[in-house]
C-alpha cells in the first residue's frame, strides 16, 4: 500500500525532486491524480493511508551542486522524506491542509486567475478557519503541496509577492507593449512585476559592463539619484532586503540573457547581508524543490572586511543575537567558500558589524567613487 501510495499518488520518483513549470491544464491533471489515487485507496478493502511523504526541506537534505566548466553552484533537495500524518494528533491538521489547500488551487486554475500567498491565507481563513490560523501555515502547506505535485508556486496560481525595483542601461518590453527605458524612471526605478509569465515574455537590450545587486533600497535611490550607472554602466537591482521570487527570477533571465555581465552584490557588512548574498548565488532550502532554480554566480563586493579601515569605529556596531544565529547557519554550509567564512569569522571574532551607510562619513557622494575603484580593479570575491 505504501509503495502504491508513494508513486501513485505523489509523484515522487527519485528523478523527480524538483519542481516543473506546468500548464495549468497539467497541474490540474496531477491534483485529479493525487485525488483519485486518494480515494482509491480509501475504497479498498484494507485502507491503510496514513502518512503524505514529501520531500523533505531542511539542511539535512541539503546537497551542492558545483559547475565543473563554471564557477556556478547551488543548493538542492535530495530524495530525503519527511510526512504528513493523520494518525498523529499534532501533524493530522497539516495533513488536511495540504487538501484545502491542493482544492483552493484547482479552483483558481480553473477560474484562469493569479493570487499572492497573502490572498489565498485570507480565502482560506473564510473558508477553512479551523485549519488555517497564521499566513505560515499558509506558507509552509503551499510548500508541502509544490513537494506533493513536484510543480513550481507560480505553476499551482500562485503569484509572486514583490519588492524588487530596477534601474539602469537596460530596456524592457512586453509583447505589443512600450519599451520601458530603466535609466530613466526616477530614483524609484522600474518595478518588478510579481506575473512570471510575462517577465518570461520581456524582451531585453542592454550596453551594461556589469549587473549590480543591491541589499538596500535606500542605497539602491542614492546611486540610481546619482546615475551611477551611467559612471559604470550597469543594471541596479534590488529586493529591498531579503530575496523575493520574482526579483531573482527577472534577475536569473538577465544573466541567461547576458551570460557574460558580472554580477555584483553591495550589501551589509554582518551575517544578515550575507546571508541575502548567498540566497541570490545559491538559492534557498525555504523555496523548497524551488530552491536552486534561480541561483546567479554573485560576487561579493562590499562591504568586506578590507573596507573596515574606511569606516570609523564609533560606526561600527556590535552583532545581534540574531546575526549569530545567521552566523552560525552560514558557517554550517558545505557550499560556502573559504573566503566567505574568512569574513564570517572576522564579524564574529570582533563581534561587530558595518552597514553600506557608514561610508557616508566620507560625503553622500563617495559611495559612488569606492564602488567604482572596487569594481575598475575588480576587488570582488
Known amino acids: 500500500m505504501w509503495e502504491l501510495f508513494q508513486s501513485s499518488l505523489l509523484f515522487s520518483h527519485q528523478q523527480l525532486c524538483y519542481a516543473d513549470i506546468l500548464s495549468p491544464s497539467q497541474v490540474r491533471a496531477r491534483i485529479e491524480v493525487a485525488v483519485l489515487n486518494f480515494l482509491k485507496i480509501l475504497n479498498s478493502p484494507n485502507p491503510e493511508i496514513t502518512d503524505l511523504p514529501l520531500t523533505s526541506r531542511n539542511s539535512k537534505n541539503t546537497n551542492v551542486y558545483r559547475g565543473l566548466m563554471s564557477d556556478n553552484s547551488h543548493i538542492f533537495l535530495s530524495h530525503s522524506f519527511s510526512k504528513r500524518s493523520m494518525m498523529r494528533e499534532n501533524a493530522a491538521k497539516a495533513f488536511v491542509r495540504v487538501w484545502k489547500v491542493m482544492e483552493m488551487c484547482y479552483q483558481i486554475l480553473v477560474e484562469e486567475k493569479r493570487v499572492t500567498q497573502r490572498e489565498l491565507y485570507y480565502k482560506l481563513l473564510c473558508t477553512s478557519s479551523e485549519y488555517f490560523s497564521s499566513q505560515t501555515q499558509v506558507n509552509r502547506t503551499v510548500q508541502d503541496v509544490v513537494a506533493l505535485l513536484h510543480c513550481s508556486r507560480y505553476s499551482l496560481g500562485i503569484m509572486a509577492s514583490t519588492r524588487g525595483l530596477i534601474a539602469g542601461r537596460l ?21 518588478i512585476s510579481g506575473d512570471l509569465s510575462m517577465l518570461e515574455s520581456l524582451s531585453m537590450k542592454t550596453d551594461a559592463r556589469y549587473i549590480i545587486v543591491i541589499e538596500k533600497h535606500a542605497i539602491f535611490q542614492r546611486l540610481v539619484e546619482d546615475c551611477f550607472f551611467n559612471q559604470v554602466p550597469s543594471i541596479l537591482i534590488t529586493a529591498k532586503g ?44 525555504g523555496m523548497g524543490l524551488e530552491a536552486y532554480k534561480y541561483a546567479c554566480n554573485v560576487r561579493w563586493l562590499g562591504v568586506r572586511g578590507d573596507d573596515l579601515q574606511l569606516i570609523p569605529e564609533e560606526s561600527m556596531a556590535p552583532l545581534k543575537p540574531k546575526d549569530k544565529q545567521i552566523a552560525k547557519s552560514l558557517t554550517s554550509m558545505e557550499i560556502l567558500p573559504d573566503d566567505y567564512k574568512e569574513e564570517l569569522s572576522l564579524m564574529v571574532q570582533r563581534g561587530q558589524r558595518a552597514e553600506i551607510e557608514a561610508l557616508y562619513c566620507h560625503g553622500y557622494d563617495f559611495l559612488g567613487k569606492y564602488l567604482a575603484k572596487k569594481i575598475v580593479q575588480a576587488d570582488y570575491i
Open 171 to 191: 530596456l524592457l518590453q512586453e509583447p505589443n507593449r512600450e519599451v520601458v527605458d530603466c535609466s530613466v524612471c526616477g530614483s524609484s526605478g522600474h518595478p
Open 242 to 285: 531579503c530575496p523575493d521570487l520574482a526579483t531573482r527570477f527577472l534577475l536569473h533571465k538577465i544573466t541567461k540573457a547576458f551570460p557574460n555581465l558580472p554580477i555584483l552584490a553591495l550589501v551589509d557588512w554582518n551575517p544578515a547581508g550575507l546571508s541575502i548574498l548567498c540566497t541570490f548565488k545559491y538559492g534557498s532550502i
